[in-house]
């Protein structure tokens, strides 16, 4: 065999090529006939790379026919060596720079090439953890991007280094005649000459996904770079980046050469022509169809009907990492009409960061040599252990490699960085108000707020804030939102979606999705959405804004509500529901909003002081009815933020309109009616105070009803009544007058001689209409100098409000009295006044038979009426009186007042109708037939004529009590009417 060879002469020039042909003995035997020479030596047929720091080696003779090398004594390993310089010995890459380290029978390098005999082909593998990235070749580092495959502990690095290979000659031997390899990148003596190293190392190495960033795009509104909303706007997203230039697909848009795939809808498959990127609904194992899984859960849907709800990017800026790069904005995918509309939505979605990421087999994902993506559950050979990796609070991430081209991930908003740290996985919830209780349908207060129509005094609409995460929702400690003091939320990139509610995708009546009622205990009356109109973005209360937010995808909504004919006032305590299968509101990252876990319904709240809406305190009496505008409590405001407590006598105060002391102080407490209990609490709506004295009738003008200091009445939601909101002690003036009596125009004989007809105006005594004269008497005490009116209405409508007997009316509305004003009753003036009396008339078409008059009285600016029960202050009602014509009596002669006391003045009254003219007598006689009076005697004329007898002889002196009796003659008459006398 040929042990060595040293160059010769070199008479073409060639120099060293003259040396390496050398190897080339010709057997010059006749006929070839020379046995036991080699007369070929080995050299390098094939290499590719296996991973990134193997390569596959083959090896043939200089005439193409496979060669095995000789491995005697280990001898293939032992020439890789340790050698510290190429002229030293030892296998080398990237142009002789770096060393490989051993050599193996498998490519994953678990199986060395000792005692494995003579090879042709073996693998090598490089010493000291020098890599390549994984789209080297012998020719070139690979993409100035790309990366090695990392290590277990070791994120994958972008390297410079080139596979190819350089030896000197002889480092390996021909098996059989022990003929030295070709020196490749050196000469004999190991000096770099013209010996080219070996550069036709291919890539068989396949690419592997380098890092998964789990990440949130932002906002356009707080985003300077975007004035609309972008197709990713705020979603969350997978970015992921592949260690080389992948084409993902078949599709033209997918390719690395392309790079215009740009918010195309993922697929539920990933086959010939396809995409993929779908993720199914999961309970255990999120996979995005065709690319990766992680453990978690994942639950999503579409408005469209279509489940795929993802946007799959190549494009920029979306896809930072260009070819080696693809993004998946989840639920993300959007089209615009009019707008930009998601029809996708998030219904619980687990957080991906940290998890473990297992990339999926995929043959249609391939580097620029084919190679193709591999499970890497089934990747033996060590691999950076991949996980989903997010954005570091601190500052921005770069999903490049070490040492590759920096880029940012795609929206992000380095002056918000925490609102897009990773995922948005926390849908958002209704705002809690009160963070001072534990968490309670019947005890929590919602951040819902009513506002009232100003013609009709009732809700017109209801505006919500929602926080964008749940779970700031018991927050208030230590920095969370506290709603007293942090509106209007401006939080960056957090908010409601206004086109889940208001897009092609939306539903039709999404504002039927909330229904509400006033609040009552279980069991509850069925909620109602008849009234809802529609919803708004914009809000405007004392709460949110008193200016008004009108921002759009804000985390502020307002339902609408029909004014009218609906029972909910502006201090109504309302319960509100909403269903989310009605609506499918989402925050901006397409994250459902639902009611709290556990409630049925949501408490709102109303910012209205509580205030004393109505006071009863008859005069001479000691007692004074109180009505509070809601629900209200006793209140201790320290310690901060203040405790409910029942409310006590020391919380209200009389004092004088004046201002001089009342003289007049509150000794008891009688509780009519409950409100709802704020948990062992008793609220008050309705009470008596009991006082110290009776109140007269002056009084009833003079004293006032008020707290006796600053926050010490609240209602449930803690608002306090005003330190100055004072209350007259009377509404409505019971016993300040009284009408004394009233005559009609029969009674009516002549200015000066009135016989009274009602003394009673309780509805049970009977004037006859039209014209009625009525005198009243203010009580004592009362100015004389106020002013007085007297009302009257026919057959008037009387309320009946909170179970009490009232039969009240009044002209005008006043609140607690009545729901409507009587319009059409009828005023007047005294016609005169001496002192405390004062004189009416009433002369009306409407007075006629069988209807009910009643009266009441306006003292200065006080309604007087009168009390029906003693017990019930609330039993109101006007005087009455019945308007009846007389019965016509026998003959046309009619007597009315038959039982008389003259002593008091009365007289009774007879009356009778003439058919013809002629003489009239009428006389009074006595049971024994004496003549007592003669009332009338002389001729009349036909028509209706009326006589008085008060009771007196022809003396003028009373007579004594007794049956009397008197005659009626007259042309065809002659009737007896009995008259009593009694005394």
């Known amino acids: 065999w040929v042990s060595a060879v040293l160059p010769v002469a070199d008479p073409d020039g060639a120099g060293p090529e003259q040396a390496e042909t050398n190897h080339n003995v010709t057997d010059v035997a006749p006929g070839g006939s020379n046995t036991n020479w080699q007369f070929s030596r080995p050299q390098i047929s094939f290499a590719a790379t296996q991973y990134d720091d193997v390569i596959h080696v083959q090896f043939t003779d200089q005439f193409g026919t496979p060669i095995n090398i000789d491995n005697t004594n280990d001898v293939i390993s032992n020439a890789v060596g340790a050698a510290v310089a190429l002229q030293n010995g030892s296998i080398w890459f990237n142009t002789g720079a770096l060393r490989f380290g051993g050599t193996f029978t498998n490519a994953e390098c678990t ?471 009605e609506a499918y509101l989402t925050d901006l990252a397409g994250n459902l909003l639902d009611m709290p876990a556990g409630f049925s319904i949501m408490r709102g709240i109303e910012k209205t002081p509580p205030r004393i809406d109505m006071t009863v305190a008859p005069a001479d009496s000691d007692r004074v009815f109180v009505r509070f505008s809601e629900a209200v409590f006793g209140f201790d405001a320290a310690p901060a933020p203040g405790n409910l407590r029942a409310l006590d006598i020391s919380d209200l105060t009389i004092t004088r309109i004046d201002g001089a002391p009342s003289g007049v102080n509150i000794t008891g407490l009688q509780v009519v009616r409950q409100g709802l209990p704020f948990g062992a609490i008793d609220s008050v709506i309705d009470a008596y105070l009991l006082l110290d004295r009776e109140i007269t009738a002056a009084e009833v003008f003079e004293l006032q009803i008020e707290p006796a200091g600053a926050d010490l009445v609240a209602d449930v939601i803690k608002n306090t009544m005003l330190a100055d909101r004072t209350k007259r002690i009377s509404d409505i003036g019971i016993g300040v007058i009284e009408p004394v009596y009233a005559v009609d125009r029969i009674r009516e004989i002549d200015p000066d001689s009135r016989t009274p007809a009602v003394t009673q105006f309780d509805g049970s005594q009977q004037m006859a209409p039209p014209r009625i004269n009525l005198q009243a008497r203010l009580a004592d005490g009362v100015d004389v100098s106020l002013p007085v009116t007297m009302y009257w209405a026919v057959d008037a409508p009387a309320n009946r409000r909170y179970g009490s007997a009232a039969q009240l009316w009044l002209p005008i509305v006043q609140p607690g009295f009545n729901a409507f004003p009587l319009g059409e009753a009828g005023s007047q003036t005294p016609l005169g006044r001496s002192n405390q009396l004062l004189t009416f008339r009433i002369n009306d078409d409407e007075l006629n038979d069988g209807r009910l008059l009643d009266i009441l009285f306006r003292v200065d600016n006080l309604f007087a009426v009168r009390l029906l029960d003693s017990s019930d202050f609330l039993a109101l009602a006007p005087w009455s009186v019945d308007l009846r014509n007389p019965v016509e009596q026998r003959a046309g002669v009619t007597i009315l007042n038959n039982v008389i006391n003259p002593d008091l003045g009365e007289s009774t009254i007879l009356q009778y109708r003439l058919e013809q003219s002629g003489n009239v007598t009428i006389q009074v006689f006595n049971l024994a037939g004496d003549l007592i009076s003669v009332l009338h005697r002389g001729p009349q004329n036909v028509g209706l004529h009326t006589v008085t007898w008060n009771g007196t002889n022809m003396g003028g002196r009373s007579v004594a009590r007794g049956i009397y009796f008197i005659r009626t003659v007259a042309p065809g008459i002659d009737e007896y009417r009995r008259v009593m006398i009694v005394k």
Do not use: C
């Not at 919803?535 to 804004?545: G, H, K, M, Y």
């Open 111 to 581: 199986i060395s090439t000792n005692g494995a005999g003579d090879l042709s082909e073996f693998y090598i593998q490089t010493a000291a953890n020098e890599r390549w990235n994984t789209d080297a070749t012998g020719t070139g580092a690979g993409d100035a991007d790309s990366s090695d495959r990392g290590r277990t502990g070791v994120a994958p690095e972008h390297r410079t280094s080139v596979p190819n290979i350089s030896a000197m000659k002889g480092v390996l031997r021909a098996a059989d005649g022990k003929t030295m390899m070709r020196a490749y990148g050196t000469d004999l003596l190991g000096a770099y000459t013209s010996f080219p190293a070996y550069t036709a190392t291919t890539d068989e190495t396949e690419p592997v996904l380098i890092s998964v960033n789990a990440m949130r795009a932002s906002h356009y509104r707080h985003d300077p770079n975007y004035a609309g909303p972008e197709a990713w706007d705020a979603h969350n997203y997978l970015h992921l980046r592949y260690s080389e230039p992948v084409d993902i697909g078949t599709a033209a848009a997918f390719q690395a050469a392309a790079l215009t795939a740009d918010n195309v809808r993922a697929q539920a498959s990933f086959g010939a022509g396809e995409w993929g990127g779908h993720i199914a609904d999961a309970a255990a194992t999120v996979v995005v169809e065709g690319y990766l899984s992680y453990p978690g859960s994942f639950a999503s849907d579409s408005r469209d009907g279509t489940a795929q709800v993802n946007s799959l990017y190549r494009s920029a800026t979306m896809n930072p990492s260009g070819a080696h790069g693809l993004t998946v904005s989840i639920a993300g995918w959007s089209e615009i009409s009019g707008g930009r509309h998601w029809p996708g939505y998030l219904d619980g979605v687990s957080d991906p960061a940290g998890q473990a990421v297992r990339t999926l087999p995929n043959a249609l994902i391939t580097d620029a040599a084919g190679n193709s993506i591999i499970d890497s559950a089934a990747d033996t050979y060590d691999r950076y252990a991949l996980t989903v990796t997010e954005l570091a609070a601190a500052g921005n991430f770069n999903p490049a490699p070490t040492n590759a081209t920096a880029v940012s991930l795609p929206g992000w908003d380095a002056s918000a960085p925490a609102e897009l740290e990773g995922w948005d996985v926390d849908p958002p919830s209704f705002s809690l108000y009160d963070r001072d209780v534990v968490l309670n349908q019947e005890t929590s207060f919602f951040e819902i707020v009513a506002s009232a129509d100003p013609a009709t005094n009732l809700v017109n609409s209801l505006d919500f804030h929602v926080l964008d995460n749940s779970s700031d929702l018991m927050d208030g400690v230590g920095g969370g939102w506290e709603p007293a003091a942090d509106h209007p939320d401006v939080a960056e990139h957090q908010g409601l979606r206004d086109t889940s509610w208001a897009s092609i995708y939306a539903p039709a009546n999404a504002h039927l999705a909330f229904r509400l009622e006033q609040y009552s205990a279980p069991p509850r009356p069925a909620l109602r959405n008849d009234k809802n109109t529609g919803l708004l973005t914009s809000v405007q209360n004392s709460l949110f804004s008193i200016g008004g937010i009108i921002t759009g995808d804000d985390p502020y909504i307002r339902l609408e509500i029909d004014p009218n004919n609906h029972p909910w006032g502006i201090v109504t305590e309302l319960m509100i529901s909403y269903t989310q299968n």
